[in-house]
């Protein structure tokens, strides 16, 4: 039986960047050592101390149906976080709970463009963007992003990128930044609400690494002036609370807009558990020092991996003012990221994600992930260093 061009085409023609990843876990299961510095998951688990009140919420009885929205306590807490830390009025009128933030950036892409409208958004880009604009029928418009700018996007970029494109409804942006560790500036930030308004868009903000800033300060876009009404953004507890498991997120936007998110949500995913909710919110509960912790081992291995490029001149790297990653710049090998990357996987058993993997625009470079233990993070990054000076020499 024929399936839809919808789901045939999600991944586009290839494997959408994924094939060391794939290649990593075949090794893996054919039982060769490999360090996977691939995804964004975190070394540690959920803290035990959220994973007793999600038991006891759920032998409470929280394990029927619940409120499609998300349940009142929770989206009051994620209203004032986001109030607390933006200063944008925020009530839970403002806030749907999502199943990830995955789920979020799927029902805002949904929620903001309809089939043939263009979205636009940066590279290098979060694996899965190209995906959700596929799978949605919108037509996707990426927008470079320059290493010599630190990855942060040009607004005559932007705006160029939103002229040329049909119909261009929506922008979505992600800071602090996955691949690149950008942490966007409030210049940068003024110059894409400046074009997002000028075009009349959606300004979709992918703000899941917002408790992991190394460099300057998180800001949301939302609280900038005339965008809290054309901004949605994506939050979760994946990546703050190492809950990448508990499928729990959301999304912040316009009364209106979020009315609408019930809606789809009440026809796709029917709410999240509400034994995962409260868990959710008991951690909310915890405040900063929980996510401090969870942080911690990403700020550290910065600082090790800052140590260990700094005594080589191969590979280049921006130091991430944000997130889990560290962006290099292998081009000195004369390599592409994705030859080096599956040499390096070969050779040595140690996966990184290809720059390509994020766009053209991180051609030649390749995203490391700090989600092993400080020492097997070292010697993973001093054998890539080593390998990278033979492709040199
Ligand atoms: N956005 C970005 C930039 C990510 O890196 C990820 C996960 O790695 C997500 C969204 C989705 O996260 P989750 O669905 O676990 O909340």
Redesign the pocket.
């Known amino acids: 039986m024929q399936l839809s061009h919808r789901i045939t085409h999600l991944l586009g023609d290839g494997d959408d960047g994924w094939g060391v990843f794939y290649r990593a876990r075949a090794m893996k299961a054919a039982g060769r050592d490999v360090i996977e510095l691939t995804i ?1 998951e975190h070394d540690i688990r959920t803290d035990p101390v959220i994973l007793e009140a999600m038991h006891a919420a759920a032998m409470a009885g929280q394990t029927g149906y619940a409120s499609i929205p998300g349940i009142p306590a929770l989206r009051d807490a994620v209203a004032a976080r986001v109030q607390a830390r933006t200063g944008v009025a925020t009530t839970r009128a403002n806030v749907q709970i999502m199943p ?4 979020a ?1 799927f029902a805002a892409l949904h929620a903001t463009g309809d089939q043939g409208d263009s979205a636009l958004y940066v590279e290098p880009a ?1 694996v899965t963007y190209p995906g959700v604009f596929r799978a949605l029928g919108l037509t996707p418009c990426p927008v470079a992003a320059q290493p010599e700018d630190g990855f942060q996007p040009r607004a005559t970029d932007l705006d160029a990128a939103a002229r040329a494109a049909h119909r261009p409804r929506s922008l979505l942006i ?1 800071s602090p930044n ?1 691949p690149t560790g950008g942490v966007y500036s409030q210049a940068t930030l003024e110059g894409i609400a400046r074009v997002v308004l000028d075009h009349d868009m959606w300004l979709i903000s ?1 703000e ?2 917002d408790t992991q800033v190394w460099e300057g300060a998180h800001l949301s876009p939302r609280a900038l002036p005339g965008m809290a009404e054309r901004t949605l953004v ?1 939050g ?1 507890m ?1 990546k703050s609370h190492a809950m ?1 498991g508990s ?1 729990i ?1 959301w999304v912040v936007g316009p009364e209106a807009a979020v009315a609408r998110l019930a809606d789809l949500a009440t026809h796709t995913t029917y709410g999240v558990p509400g034994f995962v909710q409260e868990a959710a919110l008991f951690a909310l509960a915890q405040g900063d020092g929980l996510e401090a912790q969870v942080a911690a081992p990403f700020l550290r291995r910065r600082a090790l991996a800052l140590d260990l490029l700094g005594r080589q001149n191969i590979v280049r790297a921006q130091p991430p003012q944000g997130a889990m990653y560290l962006m290099l710049d292998i081009r000195a090998t004369g390599m592409t990221g994705e030859d080096f990357a599956m040499a390096l996987l070969e050779q040595h058993g140690i996966a990184v994600m290809p720059g390509e993997s994020f766009g053209a625009a991180a051609a030649g470079h390749l995203r490391v992930a700090m989600t092993v233990a400080d020492d097997v993070f070292v010697s993973a990054l001093a054998r890539l260093l080593d390998f990278a000076a033979e492709r040199a020499a």
Request: a neutral charge.
């Open positions: 964004g990830g933030g995955q789920a950036l979060y992600n996955n992918d899941v690494y994506i979760s994946s990448t499928r997120g």
